[in-house]
């Protein structure tokens, strides 16, 4: 986690799943111009199975930008995993 912002609150090398809300929040963040540290917050896990694993309502950040667009921009520009591997 060298390059990545302490988050406050978050337990990466202990709590895998902070491991993932934390690198989340830090690709997220220069996207919508957010800490990272407030971004963290907004990353949950979905808790149903037809439930992303991970969830980021763009709307609690209160953002001057439309949302739907904003999402969108954000999905052409997120660094997926390549799965190939």
């Given at each position: 986690m060298s390059n990545r912002e302490e988050i406050v609150g978050a337990n990466p090398a202990h709590i895998t799943?902070?491991?993932f809300r934390?690198?989340?929040a830090?690709?997220?963040a220069p996207l919508i111009h957010v800490p990272p540290s407030d971004v963290y917050p907004g990353v949950i896990y979905g808790k149903q199975?037809?439930?992303a694993d991970f969830?980021?309502?763009l709307a609690r950040f209160r953002l001057?930008?439309?949302v739907q667009n904003l999402a969108?921009?954000?999905v052409s520009k997120a660094r997926l995993?390549?799965?190939s591997q």
């Open positions: 799943i902070d491991a934390v690198a989340i830090t690709q997220l199975e037809q439930d969830q980021v309502v001057k930008e439309n969108m921009d954000v995993p390549d799965s």
